[in-house]
């Protein structure tokens, strides 16, 4: 039944800050879209802090309004069991959103969760065991407050039914959407012999050092082929990945870029001959998906929720296998039909994911969770 009007207040700390990484940006697109098909409804994103991102929210979010505040006490996660959820009942709201893979303990308001990925419990991707536990201990108050929990992925869904003994219905799968236009289909090859990866800011599950091994192979078969390996934020992971580059002898041919503004990523992706994306688990898969959107073709991990997005659109591989990854990149490199065909595919694979039919999916659970309230 659709609510004519709601007030919805969201944990927002993933998008309020410095630089909004793919939950955050998944944030904001989402409820610009909830704002325009449900027109009288309004928002209340929650932070802790005011960030430059709080403008261009106001600006593309309209009835938004930021509300930010600190509260001591880590330890016990008081911002985010008892702050949040007082401040969002005090807001007059009537549901409150936790979009960050977690809940409070306690809420006077009904709660729908959305988990992206449960990566913690599966292998050591660099928390330590006391944010293991905070992890665990966050997720299953949000199992237990909320009235549904929105997966991003059938993977996620499966993975966090087995491993926090969930019931499976009460978790509703709802996919990551993406900007598609026509403009962005990718015509001919592009000239330059460029290939993108994703650094991950240092996460060990990017297994981004494998991908400087493999296109030591690439660059032994192509003199012209680059790397340019995108979000290498952190200090340890860039001086890692120089020595491998230095052992490598391919120095001038890969690249580390740290941050890369929005206008920047449009411009690699022009370029792009290809993403390789060999990341081993991802709760869905958001780099794929947004370069898929402008025709770019895909050599993706064959593990976890990445084949739910590449589908038969790329070449899944098999993420630890260094030659055949290689390969799967040569094969691009060198075969323009295949690079074409699959730069077809990938375009009309990632139409499926419409940020309209998230919005909508979204809205439902929302809409139920409030019946519920009222049956």
Known sequence: MSVPT????????SLLTRHPRGEGKSLLRLYEEIAHIRPKWSFIFFG??????????????????????ELPGFRWNLWENLGLPMAAWRSGANLLHCASSGAPVWSPLPVVMTVHDVIPLIMDDGM????????????SAGLRQSRSVIAVSEHTRTDL???????????????????????????????TDLILGFGGGGSVRKNTPAMVR???????????????????????????LQKLIDELALQGRVSLMGFVSEAELEKFYREAICLVYISLYEGFGL??????????????????????????SGILVDPENIDEIADAVLSLLDNQALHRQLSEKSWQRAREFSWRNTAEKTVSIFEAALDQQHS
């Not at 709601?6 to 700390?13: E, F, K, N, Q, T």
């Not at 005011?50 to 979010?61: G, N």
């Not at 993706?300 to 038969?312: H, L």
């Open 128 to 139: 330590d065991g006391n944010g293991v536990k905070r992890f665990r201990n966050r997720l």
């Open 161 to 191: 039914a087995r491993i926090m003994k969930t019931d499976p219905d009460k978790i509703k799968v709802v996919p990551w959407g993406a900007d598609s236009n026509p403009q962005d289909m990718a015509g001919d090859r592009p000239a």
């Open 214 to 240: 493999m296109f030591s192979k690439v660059a032994a078969n192509h003199p012209t082929a680059r790397l340019a390996i995108l979000g290498v934020t952190d200090d340890t992971q860039r001086q890692q």
């Open 287 to 312: 780099p794929p998906l947004e370069v898929m959107v402008h025709g770019v073709p895909v050599v993706a991990s064959n593990r976890s929720s990445i084949p739910e997005v590449v589908g038969d």
């Open 48 to 69: 802790t802090r005011t960030t430059h991102s709080a403008s261009q929210i106001l600006d593309r979010i309209p009835r938004c309004e930021i509300r930010t505040f």
């Open 6 to 13: 709601m007030r919805i207040a969201v944990d927002a700390s």
